[in-house]
């Protein structure tokens, strides 16, 4: 008998189930009616085949078929893990793309970097996002931290997600750090010189130890190439088995309920299904943070990259990361081995163990009163120490240093460079503070042909001066006075001025001091972005 | 959900089309970019040619104010002038450009001159990147027509600069005694990089103050950087020699000082035993601060005579 023309499917037949046996590859034992359910809103079926994916696939079994209300309450977690992952994610993406332009080699490293600056279309993006990232992964990740303790989820039975989050924290550190030296730009190579010296501090073994670190005595090739690979292939190793461990444990164990950090709460019972609710919100939320990402680093934030590292000149305010800068705060208060050392890992260590210690059953908050406050204490103390790592905090500030700074910066920029080129003065003029019976004003050059804007530049220098000679008694005692010279110097081939030429000279008792320099090129004009 | 639905749309939308509009723009900005940065790497040579340079081809390349360097700010019109351009022989033929030709000068320096190499895979003290941003400021100077592509301010300023190195050395040289010559040797030769205090200079190079007193200087104490004592002969081989011959025998300075790389100290072979006798005699004299407190030694490393008459009153 011949064979049925009805029994034949038509091409839209064909289409159809194609689409369901590739819908069936991503999310099986899901046909195209339950999508359909799912996409028009209607409520899931009695068995629901939604729940069949979660047990059939690898990727679903991973995530939950649903989760407690309580637990996806914002005010509770504040997604702070899950952002954490994300932010992970978005570094392991970025990296992998930078990796392929980057060369860890001291002499190629920085002119990779500015290979990807400015010959990698979008590789400036990427730079940004990897850097922005990974500052807004270690607060983060700090943050999450903060938050399970605030809410005791430590506590058994979830002890060991806690001790897995405690060196997670640390790992994500490092890879920060890490990842700070490899532009080998002036500020990767002094952070990571004055944080890298911490290890010195190991009684016993601070000489190996630093040497261990940066393969010599000073930070150089060797330490380039470890830290790469520290940050390339242990510390992301490390984390990735790391965070499954601990999301397995969470998963396990769920995520600790809300109810019982009060007295008269009553537990839910009600879920949110995995498919579609929790879904889709992850999906608008990835989709929404991956657009401010782009949006930020594109129109609001760019990475800076100083110039070439060079052993030989420390630049000004040279400083640890901001997360580290709580260790150079402690270096002040007492002595590189029991400050910078000692303390760091006994709180490390206590921190890792603290479930183990804590005594304390209840997770509510009216019972957890010594907890709560040490607590605060402790990220007052933090912050303080963090406030005083900074350079101002101290250290006397003296105005040979920083008017240097703020004027005439070796790195960076200084005041002059946020006037337009063209606006900046186009003969030589000079600026003496101490001229007009120390109300300062021009003693060389023709006041009259300058932009308002200069003119404004230099009322500002002598603001700063007059600001100094209150602020630094010495400088005040010494008949301490600056001048400000700016000229044209360099002209190009078309007789434009293609360089101008900031001079900074101090007085120290009637004496000049040795003067500081600073070029400035019309091509700072130009959009970076 | 459909709300989240909407939003994950519109937003992947929106990225999508951010892409797409830093996409468009991005051969323009990454041009942009890199007009940028070479504007900085002009600025860079130009700071570091102060720092490095200036202080004896001058500030603005117009040669003579130390160690009879030549004038560089005019090197297409003087160079064809001298007959070295052009021909079998000249600078095009075997370097390609005048450009390449004054990097490969400052990177391996000029023997029997005081033009050190400057490069650090030679012993010098400069990368070289930075050894190319300096020749990149030097060469935006030449023009063809032979007027420098300088501004006249910057020739203004080059000129007072100048005038005061040079005054400096004829008050010097008016006293006729050890002291006095070691002076005129010591800013036309040694300046550029040395200090006569404990303080180190950011060539980098160590200062000198003190050096033949009881307890020697700030950064090697009474030792020669070559670890050998610091006696008169042993200082007359160290200079004429320059690091580089003892660059299996170096010893760490004292802490807070270095990191010094020995054969940045260039050989100064054409300096004769008297010349040197006075370079000792000045330097001999100075303490850890600068000042003339200690007696001048001689070549047997004992206190020269006193010359009340000619020796010139410490500043």
Known sequence: MATQPADRPNTRQRLQAWIAEVGRSFFPSMGMQEWRSILRGEPAPRPNPRMRVHSNSFWYHIRPRSLSEEATAWYYTAGLGWLSFYLFMVEAITGLILMIFYVPSAAEAYPSMVQIMTDVPLGNLMRNVHRLGAHLMVAIVALHMLRTFITASYKPPRQFIWVTGVVLLLVTLFLSFSGYLLPWDQLAYWAVTIGSSMADATPGLGDAANKLLRGAVDVGQGTLLRFYLLHIFLLPGVAIILISVHYYAVRKQEISPIHELFDNVPPTRRKIPFLPDQVYFEIAVIAVLTFGLIFINQFIWNAKLESHANPFVTPQHTRAPWYFLFLQGMLKVGDKFFFGLLLFGVMFVALTVLPYLDRNPSRKFKDRKVALTGAAVATVLIGFLTYAGLASYGIQETATSELVFEWVPGEGEGKPDHVPFDLLPNQLITWDSAANGRQGGFVAGDASQLSPEAVALFEEFQEDVEYWLKHDKAFADAGGSATLTIAPWQLDEQGQISLKKVTLQLFVDQRPQPETVRFISRTKDLPAQ | ?315
């Open chain 2, 1 to 315: 959900m459909t709300r989240n639905l909407l939003i994950a749309t519109l937003f992947l939308l929106g990225s999508t089309l951010l892409l797409g509009y830093i996409w468009v723009r991005e051969h323009y900005v990454l041009s942009a970019r890199a007009a940028r940065f070479e504007g900085t790497l002009l600025a860079h040579g130009a700071a570091d040619y102060e720092q490095y340079c200036a202080s004896c081809h001058g500030l603005v390349g117009e040669g003579g104010v130390s160690a009879g360097a030549p004038r560089i700010n005019n090197l297409l019109v003087t160079l064809r002038e001298q007959n070295r351009l052009d021909g079998p022989n000249g600078i095009l033929a075997k370097y390609g450009s005048v450009t390449n030709f004054v990097q490969a000068t400052v990177t391996s320096g000029v023997r029997g001159t005081a033009m050190p190499a400057w490069s650090n895979r030679f012993g010098g003290a400069l990368r070289d990147d930075q050894i190319r941003n300096i020749v990149a400021y030097v060469s935006s100077w030449w023009d063809e027509s032979g007027n420098p592509r300088i501004s006249a301010d910057a020739q203004n300023v080059a000129v007072s600069y100048r005038a005061t190195a040079e005054a400096v050395a004829l008050a010097q040289a008016a006293a006729n005694t050890p002291f006095g010559r070691g002076q005129v040797i010591f800013s036309s030769q040694c300046s550029a990089c040395h200090q006569l205090t404990s303080a180190d200079s950011t060539i980098p190079a160590p200062g000198l103050g003190g050096k033949f007193s009881p307890e020697g200087n700030a950064a090697f104490g009474t030792s020669l950087p070559n670890g050998k004592p610091a006696t008169p002969a042993n200082f007359f081989e160290w200079v004429r020699l320059g690091g580089a011959a003892f660059a299996d025998q170096e010893i760490q300075p004292n802490a807070g000082h270095g990191p010094f790389i020995i054969q940045a100290m260039p050989a100064f072979p054409n300096l004769t035993d008297e010349q040197l006798a006075d370079l000792l005699a000045f330097i001999s004299a100075h303490d850890r601060d600068g000042e003339v407190t200690l007696p001048s030694l001689g070549p047997d490393g004992q206190p020269l005579p006193e010359q009340p008459a000619e020796t010139p009153a410490s500043e």
